[in-house]
């Protein structure tokens, strides 16, 4: 891949491109995690008079039009560049925000969160690689982390902000609507940070501007070896245009391809959105008032960012693969805790609420520490620069494609089955991904797959 030899130094230029960008994850966290305050409120019969069913309609209709945002943004990303299709995906973010705090009913609801969710989708897969094609080679792995911090810090601030309307003004049902409208705010930032940012360069020598991407390059602070190097790869890339057919017919491809979709179902098949989307009506289930219930998601939410920065810090040092599999076993581990927890009963009242959320919490910090960040760095790593968009887009789909299942018939699981057991389900879950991640995911062969897919003609 790129030079070992760049400057550690990140100029202010790719700084400030760098929090612009990862707003994009901030926007992807803050209205992933609005819902779970939301969506007691909206529920009410004076509201729009949600069962289990329609509430998993809702909270998963966000995700069905994420599957649809993540497959297209990838083709729109090669064909108009990074930097416009990130505005407009804020263009999208905020009309789409508003619109469903106005809903006035459980079908423009749902069909309102259908459109947020193709811009939230957009820019699950847009930020990280977007990240990635900006950053010089030492300072990569912290920018492409940033993005994943961005997600976790985005779902506390929709929980600090539910938690402060939903007991200040908890005892107006409309206040809901005030806590969607918020994720508007940070929508329109990102569209205006947006005009300053540089287009990725990798794209713009995909387009023979070598003159502009060189200019970039060095704003960028990518030294003249790296930037030749690029120049060499992208020339070798332009002789040929690598087609669905022929990504299908070769082996290596077809190898990374299977590789991104299977680190894209082991991020979700973990359970962590479970949490997210109805950690307020989960605390409800096991006894907490719905006051308590919103503070303790910010109890949650501030742990999964203090894990999310130490566990970036982790990443940078230790092999990815390995810190994955470390990662899972904590969420085996305490998913079990927790389910054990819920099941025997054995403490009273309090005792089982603070322990409840005591491994809930650990359950994040293992998840949004290691697990998240290490799954989006290695679907930025794994693939070639001239089909990275295409094959990110597929595994970024398979992301909320599971993602969307999961939250529809979780409100019902539970309804059905129990709490503790639906935990106890998502530990072995988890279980299976450390199988995976063991027997399938071996750096050798990702390299040999990685060399491959670049000298393909």
């Not at 969160?113 to 080679?137: D, K, N, Q, T």
């Not at 539910?162 to 990102?190: E, H, K, Q, T, Y």
């Not at 002789?239 to 190898?255: D, G, M, P, R």
């Not at 018939?409 to 503790?420: D, H, K, Y």
Request: glycine share 8%; charged share 15%; proline share 2%.
């Amino acid at each position: 891949m790129d030079s070992d030899n760049q400057d550690k130094s990140q100029t202010s230029f790719l700084k400030y491109c760098v929090y612009v960008i990862s707003l994009g994850g901030f926007l992807f966290g803050y209205d992933t995690g609005v819902i779970n305050g939301a969506l007691a409120f909206m529920s009410k019969s004076t509201e729009l008079n949600l069962n289990p069913t329609l509430q998993g309609v809702v909270s998963s209709s966000l995700i069905l039009g994420a599957c649809i945002g993540a497959l297209g943004c990838g083709r729109v990303a090669d064909h108009i560049g990074r930097r416009r299709t990130l505005r407009l995906i804020a263009i999208v973010f905020t009309i789409s925000t508003i619109l469903c705090a106005f809903a006035i009913n459980f079908w423009l609801m749902a069909s309102f969160r259908f459109i947020l969710g193709v811009a939230v989708g957009a820019a699950s897969g847009i930020s990280p690689m977007y990240l990635a094609e900006i950053s010089p080679r030492a300072v990569r792995t912290v920018n492409v982390n940033k993005n994943a911090i961005a997600i976790v810090l985005g779902q506390l601030v929709a929980f600090v902000v539910n938690a402060i309307l939903g007991n200040v003004w908890g005892d107006w049902s409309p206040i809901w609507r005030v806590m969607i409208f918020s994720a508007s705010i940070p929508a329109v930032i990102l569209w205006i940070g947006s005009f300053k940012i540089a287009n990725s360069p990798i794209w713009i020598m995909a387009e023979k501007q070598y003159k502009k991407a060189k200019g970039i390059f060095k704003k960028l602070g990518f030294n003249k070896l790296a930037y030749n190097k690029l120049k060499e790869n992208s020339v070798e890339e332009e002789e040929t245009e690598v087609s669905w057919k022929n990504i299908l017919k070769n082996k290596s491809l077809c190898y990374l391809l299977v590789c991104g979709m299977l680190i894209a179902l082991i991020q979700q098949i973990s359970g962590v959105n479970a949490v997210m989307y109805y950690g307020t009506i989960l605390m409800e289930k096991v006894g907490m008032g719905q006051g308590d219930s919103l503070y303790a998601n910010i109890l949650i939410g501030f742990v999964s960012l203090i894990a999310s920065l130490a566990g970036t810090r982790l990443i940078d040092r230790y092999n990815h693969r390995k810190m994955l599999v470390v990662g899972l076993i904590g969420n085996v581990l305490f998913l079990f805790l927790l389910g054990m927890t819920m099941k025997t009963a054995l403490f009273s009242q309090m005792v089982t609420n603070v322990l409840v959320l005591v491994f809930l919490a650990l359950f994040l910090a293992c998840h949004q520490g290691i697990v998240s960040p290490v799954t989006w760095l290695i679907l930025t790593e794994i693939f070639p620069n001239r089909i990275k968009a295409r094959l990110m887009s597929v595994s970024t789909a398979t992301v909320w494609l599971s993602n969307f299942v999961i939250s529809l018939i979780f409100p019902v699981l539970i309804s059905v089955v129990g709490t503790a057991t639906a935990f106890f389900a998502f530990a072995i879950t988890n279980s299976i991904s450390i199988v995976f991640s063991t027997l399938v995911l071996k750096n050798n062969k990702l390299r040999k797959a990685y060399k491959a897919g670049m000298e393909l003609k």
